[in-house]
C-alpha cells in the first residue's frame, strides 16, 4: 500500500464532523507552528519538502512563499483556489467535502506562515453543497479558537471566508480569480505584475491550490524532509489524482509520486485495468489540457523506460512524445473512443470558457470548435486538418494567460499522435455520418449506448 | 538609462520604457504595429497581440532569451535587451496569424463603413496580413446600438481592444459602458442600453480603431478622404479646445481630435467642441492639418507636395 497523507482518515466515520477530526490528530500543525515556530520556520519547512502547486502548473511552493513581498503596513492575503473546473479534474471537490477541517487547517498553518490575517476560499459555484460544508467547518474552527483573535492565546489573528464564484473556468486562473473576488469580472491580468507583489486589492498575496494548502498539514506536523523522502526526484510526496474514463475503478487516488503509471491503471489497489477487459487506447494524464498521449506512450518513455506518475517522468520527451502532471486528472480511454470527437469536447469547452480578452484565444478557440465540428459532421477535407494545426499554433504563446494553450495542446497532441484519424474521418464522409460508422470502420464492436 | 537594440538598431531609452515606446522613439521602420495600446490610456495594450515581438536576449545581466513572443506594448525595456521585430521570421508569420485572427469576425463592409480610410485594422491587414482568409464559417453579427444622441455602436466591427472601456473608465464620469459576456460572445455594452451622457464620451469615437464606434452627427455623410483636414483652435471651458476640422467645401463635416503619428489624439477633446460647433465661425482656423500617416486621406492631397517614392513608382497602376 502506498502511504497516504492527506486521505489517511478519509473512510473515519465522522471526519467531516470536527470531533472526529480533533480525535484523529487533526489541527496539530496549527499547534506546533504557532507555539514552538516562527513563521518563517513553516516556510522553511515547506521549501524543504519540495512541495510542488497542486493546481496544475507545479510550482515549488516553498519559493512562490518566499517570493511574497513584504512592505510595511500592507497587509497580505492568502487566497485558496477551489475553482477545480478543469474537465477530469476533481480531487479538490472530493477532499474539501469529505475533510473540510484539512483544508480550515491548513490555510491557518499556511497563512500564519506567510503573516496573512484575512484569507479565502475562492471556491466554483457549482459547488454550493460544499460551500455549505466549509462554512460549517469553519465555524467549527471559530467555536474551538482555531480562527478568529488571539488564536492560541499567542497574539496570531485570522479570519478565513469563503467566496463562491459564478462558475467559470477562467476565475481558476490565479488573476482573474483575485478579479472576481474583487467583485469584478474574472479576466486575467497582465502580469507582470505578479500577484506576490500586487495581488487581491494591489496587496501582496499568495494564490494556491487546495491540494497544496492541505498538503502543508502533513509537512509541518512530520517536518519537510518526512515528507521529502516520499516520492522520487524533484517529485515529492503523495498527489491526488482524479482517474476517470474507461477504467474500472474511477475515482480519487491518493498515490506516492513515482508511481508507474501500468501499475496505476493496471493494479487492483488502483484503477483495477480498462473496463470490460478492452484494450488501453489512449490516456489525458493531467487535465483535458495537457497532451493526450497513445497507450504505448503513456506506459512507456521513447526511449522505453517505464513512464512514473511524476512531473518529470510525465514531461519526459517534452510534447513531442511526453505529456504533463497537470492537475492530476487522469482520463483513460478505450479503444472504443473517437479521438476526435473526445477532442471536439474539450474544444468546445474550451471556446465556451475563453474570456474574450486576447484575440488568438478569442478567435482561435471558437474556429478551432467550428473547423471540428464541420469534420464531424463529415464536411471536412485534408486542408481542415492542416488549418487546425495552423489555428493551434497561432494561439500557443500568443495569449495573456494559459488558457489558450490550455486549448491549443489537446489540439496539437490528438493530431500528433492520432492524425491517421483525422484523415479516415474527412476521407469517409458518408460513413462518419453513420453514428456507429467509428467502430464499424475499425472493425470494433459497437459499444452498448 | 537602458539601452536596448530593435532590428538592430541600439537606442538608449528612460528607465521603465515599453519596447513599443522604444521602437517608436527609434522611428516608423521598427515599430510594431499597435491595434490596442493607448499611450494616453493607463494600463491599455496586452489585449490584442498585433505588437508581438521576439526578445533574443533578455538583458546584458541575463541574456537568456524570452520562451515566447512578448507583446512589447506591455514589456519593459532593460539594459542590454536585443529585439526582433520585423527581422524576425517567426515574428512575422505569428502576426500573420494574429492579423487572420482579428479579421476572422470582422465583416468587412469597408465599403459602407464610416471609417474606411482612416481605419487602423485596414493598414494592419494591409502590412501584416495574408490576401486570403481561410475563415468560411457565419461571421458573428450584433444589431447596432445608439449610445446616447452622439455615438453609434456596432459592434459586428469591434475587435475589442478594450480602448473605449479605457475611456468610459478613466476620462468620464459615472461609468456606464464596459463589457459583457465572454470569449467570442464578449461585447462592449452600456448594458441596457444606457445612454453615454457625459462631457468626454466623444472621445470613444476617436480612440476606437475600427468602425466600431462612430459619430452621428458624421455618419453615411462622405468618406474621410473626401474632406479636407484643418487645425483649428476655440476657447473652450471644459477642454484645451484644439481639434480637426473635416471639411467639404466650406461645410464642416466633423471635428476630431488630433492624432498623432501613431494614430492616437494629443488631447481628448469635449462633446460640445466634437458635436456641436460645426460652423467655421466656431473657430479660429490655423491651417490645412498635414496627415502623417501613410492613410489615403493623405494621398495627393494638400498638405505637402508629393513626391511619389521610386519603389511606390513601380507599383502604381499607370
Ligand atoms: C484557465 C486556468 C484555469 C485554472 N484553474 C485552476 C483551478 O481550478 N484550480 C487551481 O488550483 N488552479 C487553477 N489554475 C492554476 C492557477 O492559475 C494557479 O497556478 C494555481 O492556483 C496556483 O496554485 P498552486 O501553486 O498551489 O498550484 C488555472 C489556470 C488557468 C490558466
Ligand atoms: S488566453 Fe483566453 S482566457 Fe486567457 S486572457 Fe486571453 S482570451 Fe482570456
Ligand atoms: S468598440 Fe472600438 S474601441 Fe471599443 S473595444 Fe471595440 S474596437 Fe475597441
Ligand atoms: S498593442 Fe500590444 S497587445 Fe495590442
Not at chain 1, 490528438?414 to 491517421?420: G, L, P
Request: glycine share 10%; net charge neutral.
Amino acid at each position: 500500500m502506498g502511504k497516504k497523507l492527506l486521505l489517511e482518515h478519509d473512510n473515519v466515520p465522522g471526519i467531516q464532523g470536527y470531533d472526529v477530526y480533533r480525535q484523529m490528530g487533526g489541527y496539530a500543525s496549527v499547534e506546533k507552528a504557532l507555539k514552538t515556530m516562527n513563521p518563517n520556520a513553516v516556510v522553511e519547512e515547506v521549501k524543504k519538502s519540495g512541495l510542488r502547486g497542486r493546481g496544475g502548473a507545479g510550482f515549488p511552493t516553498g519559493m512562490k512563499w518566499s517570493f511574497l513581498a513584504k512592505p510595511d503596513g500592507v497587509p497580505r492575503h492568502l487566497v485558496c483556489n477551489a475553482d477545480e473546473s478543469e474537465p477530469g479534474t476533481f480531487k479538490d471537490r472530493y477532499l474539501m467535502s469529505r475533510i473540510p477541517h484539512l483544508l480550515v487547517e491548513g490555510m491557518i498553518t499556511s497563512s500564519f506562515a506567510l503573516g496573512a490575517n484575512t484569507s479565502y476560499i475562492y471556491i466554483r459555484g457549482e459547488y454550493y453543497y460544499i460551500v455549505r460544508i466549509l462554512e460549517k467547518a469553519i465555524a467549527e474552527a471559530y467555536a474551538h479558537g482555531w480562527l478568529g483573535k488571539n488564536i492560541l492565546g499567542t497574539g496570531y489573528n485570522l479570519d478565513l471566508y469563503v467566496q463562491v464564484g459564478g462558475g467559470a473556468y477562467i476565475c481558476g486562473e490565479e488573476t482573474a480569480l483575485l478579479e472576481s473576488l474583487e467583485g469584478k469580472r474574472g479576466n486575467p491580468r497582465i502580469k507582470p505584475p505578479f500577484p506576490a507583489v500586487k495581488g487581491l486589492w494591489e496587496r501582496p498575496t499568495v494564490v494556491n491550490n487546495v491540494e497544496t494548502i492541505a498538503a502543508v498539514v502533513p509537512i509541518v506536523n512530520n517536518g519537510g524532509d518526512a515528507y521529502a523522502a516520499i516520492g522520487v526526484g524533484k517529485s515529492t510526496g503523495t498527489k491526488l489524482i482524479s482517474a476517470s474514463g474507461h477504467l474500472n475503478k474511477p475515482g480519487v487516488y491518493e498515490i506516492e509520486l513515482g508511481l508507474p503509471v501500468e501499475e496505476f491503471i493496471y493494479s487492483e489497489e488502483y484503477c483495477g485495468g480498462i473496463r470490460n477487459g478492452r484494450e488501453l487506447k489512449a490516456v489525458v494524464a493531467g487535465g483535458s489540457s495537457v497532451p493526450i498521449l497513445p497507450k504505448h506512450l503513456i506506459l512507456n518513455t521513447a526511449a522505453g523506460e517505464p513512464r512514473l506518475m511524476s512531473y518529470e517522468s510525465l514531461a519526459d520527451g517534452g510534447f513531442v512524445t511526453g505529456t504533463m502532471m497537470g492537475s492530476g486528472g487522469f482520463i483513460a480511454m478505450d479503444d472504443t473512443t473517437s479521438i476526435v470527437k473526445n477532442l471536439y469536447t474539450f474544444t468546445r469547452f474550451y471556446h465556451h470558457e475563453s474570456c474574450g480578452q486576447c484575440s488568438p484565444c478569442r478567435e482561435g478557440t471558437a474556429w478551432m470548435e467550428k473547423v471540428l465540428h464541420k469534420i464531424l459532421d463529415g464536411h471536412g477535407t485534408l486542408a481542415d486538418v492542416d488549418l487546425l494545426w495552423d489555428l493551434q499554433k497561432n494561439i500557443e504563446g500568443k495569449t495573456i494567460c494559459p488558457l489558450g494553450e490550455a486549448a491549443a495542446w489537446p489540439v496539437a497532441a490528438a493530431i500528433r499522435h492520432f492524425r491517421t484519424e483525422f484523415e479516415e474521418f474527412v476521407k469517409n464522409p458518408t460513413r462518419i455520418k453513420d453514428v456507429k460508422h467509428y467502430y464499424r470502420l475499425n472493425n470494433l464492436p459497437e459499444p452498448v449506448m | 538609462m537602458p539601452k536596448v537594440t530593435i532590428d538592430g538598431r541600439t537606442i538608449e531609452v528612460p528607465e521603465g520604457t515599453t519596447i513599443l515606446q522604444a521602437a517608436r522613439m527609434v522611428g516608423p521602420e521598427v515599430a510594431p504595429p499597435a491595434m490596442c495600446y493607448y499611450t494616453k490610456l493607463n494600463t491599455s495594450g496586452g489585449y490584442c497581440r498585433t505588437c508581438i515581438v521576439k526578445v533574443a536576449q533578455g538583458s546584458e545581466k541575463d541574456p537568456r532569451p524570452m520562451p515566447k513572443p512578448v507583446p512589447s506594448c506591455r514589456t519593459m525595456v532593460m539594459d542590454g535587451m536585443v529585439v526582433e521585430n520585423e527581422t524576425s521570421p517567426e515574428i512575422v508569420e505569428a502576426r500573420k496569424g494574429v492579423v487572420e485572427f482579428l479579421l476572422a469576425n470582422h465583416p468587412l463592409d469597408c465599403p459602407v463603413c464610416d471609417q474606411a480610410g482612416e481605419c487602423h485594422l485596414q493598414d494592419l491587414s494591409y502590412e501584416h496580413g495574408s490576401a486570403k482568409s481561410r475563415y468560411e464559417f457565419d461571421r458573428r453579427t450584433f444589431d447596432k446600438i445608439d449610445i446616447g444622441p452622439y455615438v453609434q455602436l456596432h459592434m459586428t466591427r469591434c475587435i475589442m481592444c478594450y480602448r473605449c472601456v479605457k475611456v468610459a473608465e478613466q476620462i468620464t464620469d459615472g461609468r456606464v459602458h464596459g463589457v459583457i459576456n465572454r470569449g467570442d460572445h464578449a461585447e462592449i455594452s452600456t448594458y441596457v442600453e444606457q445612454a453615454i451622457d457625459n462631457d468626454f464620451s466623444g472621445n470613444v469615437i476617436d480612440v476606437c480603431p475600427v468602425g466600431a464606434l462612430t459619430d452621428k452627427t458624421f455618419r453615411f455623410k462622405s468618406r474621410v478622404w473626401f474632406t479636407k483636414p484643418v487645425d483649428a483652435h476655440r476657447d473652450c471651458t471644459t477642454c484645451s479646445g484644439k481639434v480637426v476640422l473635416w471639411y467639404q467645401g466650406e461645410e464642416v463635416l466633423r471635428v476630431t481630435g488630433r492624432k498623432d503619428q501613431w494614430g492616437e489624439v494629443e488631447e481628448f477633446i469635449c462633446n460640445e467642441c466634437r458635436f456641436e460647433k460645426k460652423k467655421t465661425s466656431d473657430w479660429t482656423i490655423e491651417g490645412v492639418r498635414t496627415i502623417d500617416r501613410h492613410s489615403v486621406i493623405s494621398q495627393g492631397k494638400y498638405a505637402r507636395d508629393l513626391e511619389i517614392p521610386a519603389h511606390t513608382k513601380k507599383k502604381l497602376i499607370k
